[in-house]
């Protein structure tokens, strides 16, 4: 297979990424966008005439017409239609359909207080709608026993002809009559004593129900949360103990014998499954919560539904929370699926991996960084359903929305590459809190990372911020080993192999030392003569230590150094001058021995 370098991996990696965001981006925006009727709102073509304004709720324009929803108890009966009317703030003759409607519906219900008021109540068995031809036109009428007279209900025009499709007004008119008919019968049973004393008991037996449900699932919930706080007890002792073993171990990075302990491995997956455990503890508690709080919100909208008189009120007033309550439910089930299947993915990848804890920490940044980004776009997509679903923003907004979205991608590419390449240095590990880097001319401590910039502390304390797409070539300084470049120059006329023994035997020493000897891992990888100049020798040898403690171990072996130098009478190189006697004696044997002057 061929090997690719890191360098030209990175970048085809980051491109993979970038037109991922980019196939995702497009994917949402055609979600988003409704149709191609909601972009043909953004710029609508007013009519011939009059100007053209935001239609009302529930009224439809279809052509030169216009039609609006009767309803009865919160039922839609159907619709009636007048023609188009382009300016409603001038109204002459032309009498809108919304009003038109709010007429019928204030004909039907004055049915029933009618019938309260009345001697003689309605009833459904006797009930009838007529029709009357009126100048042409059939009048459905309400009749009955309990009425004094027929009640006018409505007309049927040419204009619900048109929009029906109906091959006469008569026609329409019995439609209407039979779905009338039937619908006033129901709504006068519904609003007799023996219904209302059912519809109360109903009511009540749901209600009762529902909190001896509650108190159940909230008792089951009450003794998980305990449970809960017991696992991330055990969880916080094993980190504890992690911790404990590493530092044993001589470090983080740093597993004894280039191997790791059995048992800390052990606890390091003991670690990472209870950390699956807490998730699903908290997804049952989180079904708990909500499922108690659905149950209240259906068993709300059941009893309102029962009377007809709320039933209107219901549909409008309970059934948008009910159906923000189960799209966030479902939202975030989704949302919590995918985080178990986010630490499964993480548990299998982490068995792969040098189990320490750096190890552990970056597994865990990235583990938040994919669950971070997948809560914004599950959670915006369900929000962008809600909204549609209850037309609470119009098609084109949303459209104007995706538009202007699309823009400020296009005009935040820098910040989103500032992002790729964040999480490009989280997913490879360049870098970490903690590690000494060189990016270009500038080195410092990592003082801070995340998925926009990256923080350096410089030698002088300066705090130096870099954008994480201008990071692309880094030196690591303290990954996984560190090591130092001792040179010592000695005279040239000392004795090499004393001068060689000398610097081998410090270094010895300070392997061997209790304090110094953990944080050493080789002083034989390279020592010897590096060079010899007319100043002297030069001795040069490497110490490979710990991350972070090459400057420490390099300060203290140059102390024991000098000690040794001196007692052993070995004397540091210093720079030469050789003076030739015989030419200065040429030169003073050519001076004349008489000066004229």
Do not use: C
């Not at 008119?173 to 006068?188: D, K, N």
């Not at 110094?516 to 110490?543: A, C, K, N, Y």
């Not at 403690?549 to 050789?578: C, N, T, Y």
């Amino acid at each position: 297979m061929l090997k690719l370098p890191p360098w030209l991996r990175t970048r085809l990696l980051r491109q993979v990424v970038v037109a991922g965001l980019t196939l995702l981006l497009v994917v949402l925006s055609s979600l988003v966008l409704p149709s191609t009727s909601a972009l043909a709102q953004l710029l609508p073509i007013p009519p011939s005439s009059g100007s053209s304004e935001p239609l009302p709720i529930n009224v439809e324009r279809s052509g030169n017409l216009e039609s609006a929803a009767v309803q009865l108890d919160g039922q839609v009966l159907f619709r009636v239609a007048s023609p188009v009317v382009f300016n409603r703030t001038e109204i002459v003759n032309q009498l809108p359909v919304e009003v038109r409607a709010r007429q019928i519906e204030a004909n039907l219900q004055r049915l029933f207080p009618a019938a309260q008021a009345s001697a003689t109540p309605l009833n459904p068995e006797t009930l009838e709608v007529v029709i009357k031809d009126i100048d042409n036109y059939p009048v459905l009428f309400a009749q009955d026993a309990g009425l004094a007279e027929p009640r006018v209900l409505l007309t049927v025009t040419d204009t619900d002809v048109q929009y029906h499709v109906a091959s006469s007004k008569q026609v329409l008119a019995e439609q209407w009559e039979e779905i009338l008919s039937q619908e006033l019968r129901q709504a006068v049973a519904q609003r007799q004593p023996e219904a209302l004393r059912q519809q109360v008991t109903t009511a009540v037996q749901v209600m009762v129900t529902t909190l001896v449900l509650s108190l159940i699932l909230f008792a089951l919930r009450v003794w998980l949360g305990r449970y809960e706080h017991r696992l991330h007890q055990r969880r916080t002792a094993e980190s504890a103990l992690i911790e404990a073993q590493l530092h044993e171990a001589g470090g983080a990075d740093h597993p004894p014998h280039g191997h790791q302990d059995p048992q800390l491995r052990h606890g390091l997956y003991q670690h990472l499954k209870l950390e699956h455990q807490l998730q699903g503890v908290r997804l049952v508690r989180w079904l708990l919560f909500w499922g108690v709080a659905s149950m209240w919100a259906l068993s709300m909208a059941y009893s309102f539904n029962l009377f007809p008189q709320t039933r209107q009120f219901a549909q409008k007033m309970v059934l948008a929370p009910v159906v923000i309550l189960l799209t966030w439910f479902v939202v975030g089930l989704i949302d919590r699926l995918i985080n178990l299947a986010v630490d499964r993915f993480i548990q299998k990848f982490a068995k792969g991996q040098p189990m320490t804890s750096t190890n552990l920490q970056r597994i865990h940044t990235i583990a938040q960084v994919i669950k971070g980004v997948k809560t914004v776009v599950v959670y915006i997509i369900g929000l962008i359903w809600v909204l549609q679903w209850l037309s609470l923003v119009p098609g084109s907004v949303l459209a104007l929305g995706t538009l202007v979205a699309l823009v400020l991608s296009f005009a935040s590419q820098n910040l989103v590459k500032d992002l790729v390449n964040g999480f490009l240095i989280l997913l490879e590990d360049q870098f970490r809190i903690g590690d000494v880097i060189m990016v270009g001319d500038i080195d410092g401590f990592v003082e801070n990372l995340n998925l926009r910039v990256t923080q350096l502390r410089n030698p002088a304390g300066e705090l130096i911020t870099l954008p994480n797409s201008s990071i692309t070539h880094v030196r690591n300084m303290t990954r996984h080993w560190s090591r130092t470049t001792i040179d010592v120059e000695v005279a040239y006329n000392t004795d090499v192999n004393q001068a060689l023994a000398v610097v081998r035997e410090t270094a010895d020493e300070l392997a061997a030392d209790p304090e110094w000897g953990p944080q050493i891992l080789d002083t034989h990888e390279f020592f010897g003569v590096q060079e010899i100049s007319h100043s002297g020798i030069l001795i040069r040898i490497w110490i490979k230590t710990i991350p972070l403690k090459q400057w420490l171990v390099s300060m203290e072996f140059r102390r024991r150094l000098k000690m040794a130098l001196d007692r052993h009478h070995i004397a540091i190189g210093s720079p030469r001058q050789v003076w030739l006697r015989e030419d200065v004696e040429a030169q003073e044997s050519s001076r004349p021995l008489y000066s004229l002057d």
